[in-house]
């Protein structure tokens, strides 16, 4: 089933249960009781969760990038809530989880694109970019946006992001077809 959630928007494809299973994941990994999207993010963004402690939205979809960044930021600055918009692979074939992140601001919104799931050893997890940008904490109590990368070099970046797919690799069965 298609959603048009804006006039003279493309079809946006309706959330599957991949989607949904992946959304729930995140909201474990930040400890967070959820309920289903509300408002103007049930509007936009059909599907979606609201992490309850960290006030938090998150969508999940198999469409790239730009499909959502427009729903996502009018979410985003209307509701005065991060939006988290996770990509996984449309073939269900890896793990390969990218993160659009739409962070308002008093005053304006900060777009972070295509990050990657990354999880130290002690646990932690983090969203960390594919290139240069500050990290993104993924706590109890919210996002926290850091200067400082939670890896030391490129081999610790590695071992982090193959630490967070095999944590998420775990943590499904039957692969993203569920």
């Known amino acids: 089933m298609l959603h048009t959630v804006l006039k003279g928007s493309v079809p946006?494809?309706?959330?599957?249960r991949a989607d949904r299973k992946i959304m729930h994941?995140?909201?474990?990994?930040?400890?967070?009781?959820?309920?289903?999207?509300?408002?103007?993010?049930?509007?936009?963004?059909?599907?979606?969760?609201?992490?309850?402690?960290?006030a938090v939205i998150v969508h999940a979809t198999a469409s790239q990038s730009p499909l959502f960044l427009g729903e996502a930021e009018v979410v985003a600055i209307a509701m005065g809530f991060p939006v988290l918009l996770l990509r996984r692979s449309a073939d269900g074939s890896a793990p390969n989880l990218t993160?659009?992140?739409?962070?308002?601001?008093?005053?304006?919104?900060?777009?972070?694109?295509?990050?990657?799931?990354?999880?130290?050893?002690?646990?932690?997890?983090?969203?960390?970019?594919?290139g240069s940008g500050p990290s993104i904490h993924l706590m109890r109590h919210g996002l926290?946006?850091?200067?400082?990368?939670?890896?030391s070099d490129h081999w610790d970046y590695d071992a982090g992001l193959d630490r967070a797919s095999?944590?998420?690799?775990?943590?499904?069965?039957g692969g993203w077809s569920w």
């Open 12 to 16: 946006l494809p309706a959330v599957t």
């Open 25 to 54: 994941h995140v909201a474990t990994l930040m400890h967070s009781s959820t309920s289903s999207g509300h408002g103007l993010a049930a509007t936009l963004l059909p599907g979606n969760l609201f992490l309850k402690t960290q």
């Open 99 to 130: 993160v659009d992140v739409a962070l308002p601001g008093p005053t304006d919104l900060s777009w972070f694109l295509d990050y990657r799931l990354f999880r130290t050893l002690a646990g932690d997890s983090w969203l960390v970019p594919s």
């Open 144 to 151: 926290f946006l850091s200067e400082h990368a939670p890896y």
């Open 166 to 173: 095999a944590y998420l690799a775990s943590h499904r069965i």
